[in-house]
């Protein structure tokens, strides 16, 4: 970080940063990141730091993967621009659509691309009520989320995100977005409430909410299969088992946002495999392009496609599409990464390293600024408390997992602060085990810088 260099009084004079504290940006300064090799990316004086959260949860095949650059560049020269709207469409985008429903769960039929993750969640919620419309079910609209949930920022997905930040000021949420019990064990559960016993009551209080509201205006619910920005939150091994009748009992489409998980990052190629999910729509994003273009994905289950396509007749078009919506360049990236997934047998490479990753996270449990440690495949965190007997968190002020994250990148690694103080990792799937274990050890100094500045201001 630096307010000096040419790059960072640019930034500071000219760019809105997303997502960020505006004052710490201009107090402290940008990180500015010129290049990336590996799993590692630069900033602009030169100081390297190993990325261990992809990004923003994406740039799954690490920061210099030839081929998507070399799939781009062919792409540009070739077609570097078609659109697939009246009928039209890029024939890259055609390959991409089949390559995605072959390595899809059952029943999957169409595939709907748009640029963000965003996009795709908000794309589902205008399939929610246009398919209950299309079934003379006018009343059926209202659309169940999860509290922690993170489903992007448009208006739409920002009232479905269950977090503060996302709301507050914005006039958010709109009307018919409601939330239910995240599966949050950890913070969730009685004491002495087993998983299993936690799973059902966070179901029977879905259904309570359905029930309540009346089945006949829920359209659909959205879940994340491991909550990602919401904390890592990991369900409980029933969990879903539970939730899933209830949707289907009171005929809910069930959207399964898969923009972190998909892609070999829980150690199937779906959450929606690693969880035994039944969705009626897919999300995806980031990984699908390994975070080098811009892309996502709905893939609708045939039997909506099957409404939508009668919708159409009535109606004499889908009236929805992005002009870049199957756009042939991101296209012809995500299909060279799908390639590269197929034949590096990505998920095998997560399972070979996800035992590291997790005793890696588990053996700071016994740290006493760490509450929790958890995680799956090549995903994780830890959460940071106070009193680790009461699971009592510190004052947010104090930032006290921000202090940490700051020390984890002066170490040279890159973690992310999440709400609650959790600190989260999600390496590039193609990390090594010395590359972990690197990443460990810049955490682990971090965690000791933090440890002593706790103990000297006396937040403890
Ligand atoms: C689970 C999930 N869904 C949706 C989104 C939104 O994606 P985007 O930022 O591409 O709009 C994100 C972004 O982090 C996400 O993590």
Not at 137 to 150: F, T, V
Not at 247 to 261: A, G, H, M, N, S
Request: proline share 6%; net charge neutral; hydrophobic share 45%.
């Amino acid at each position: 970080m630096s307010l000096t260099t040419p790059a960072a009084r640019r930034d500071l004079a000219f760019h809105l940063h997303p997502s960020t504290n505006l004052r710490l940006v201009q107090t402290e300064g940008p990180l500015v990141i010129t290049r990336g090799e590996g799993v590692y990316v630069y900033d602009d004086e030169g100081r390297r730091y190993l990325e261990g959260m992809s990004g923003l949860w994406c740039a799954s095949l690490g920061f210099s993967e030839r081929r998507l650059a070399e799939a781009a560049y062919r792409q540009m020269l070739e077609l570097p621009f078609y659109h697939a709207f009246a009928g039209k469409v890029p024939a890259v985008s055609t390959q991409l659509a089949e390559r995605l429903i072959r390595i899809a769960p059952a029943g999957m039929g169409k595939v709907l691309f748009a640029n963000s993750g965003s996009e795709a969640n908000d794309t589902a919620v205008k399939l929610a009520w246009y398919v209950n419309n299309a079934l003379g079910r006018p009343q059926k609209k209202k659309i169940i989320a999860r509290e922690r949930a993170y489903h992007g920022v448009t208006v739409a997905t920002a009232s479905l995100t269950g977090l503060a930040f996302a709301h507050t000021d914005f006039d958010l949420p709109i009307p018919r977005i409601l939330h239910t019990d995240a599966p949050y064990y950890y913070r969730g559960a009685r004491p002495g409430e087993s998983e299993e016993a936690f799973s059902a009551r966070v179901a029977e209080s879905l259904e309570a909410l359905i029930v309540r509201e009346g089945p006949d205006t829920v359209a659909a619910f959205f879940a994340e299969p491991v909550m990602g920005a919401g904390g890592v939150i990991v369900p409980p091994a029933t969990y879903f088992d539970r939730i899933q009748p209830i949707l289907r009992k009171y005929e809910i489409l069930f959207v399964v946002d898969e923009v972190i998980c998909g892609f070999g990052r829980t150690g199937n190629l779906f959450g929606t495999q690693t969880f035994d999910l039944k969705p009626d729509i897919m999300t995806l994003a980031k990984a699908l392009s390994a975070g080098y273009m811009p892309i996502s994905a709905n893939l609708v289950s045939s039997a909506l496609y099957e409404i939508l396509l009668a919708q159409s007749d009535k109606l004499g078009i889908f009236g929805h599409g992005y002009t870049y919506s199957s756009h042939p360049v991101p296209a012809a990236v995500a299909l060279e990464a799908l390639k590269i997934y197929e034949e590096r047998d990505i998920v095998s490479q997560v399972r070979r390293a996800a035992p590291r990753m997790q005793a890696g996270l588990r053996s700071y449990a016994d740290h006493p600024l760490i509450g929790d440690a958890r995680g799956i495949g090549l995903i994780g965190a830890v959460e940071v408390v106070r009193d680790k007997a009461t699971k009592q968190s510190f004052d947010p002020k104090a930032g006290v997992a921000a202090f940490l994250v700051r020390r984890a990148q002066h170490h040279g690694v890159i973690l992310r602060n999440m709400p609650g103080d959790v600190v989260a990792f999600c390496p590039p799937l193609i990390v090594s085990e010395s590359e972990m274990d690197e990443m460990f050890a810049g955490f682990a100094k971090a965690l000791d810088d933090t440890w002593a500045m706790v103990k000297e201001k006396g937040l403890a």
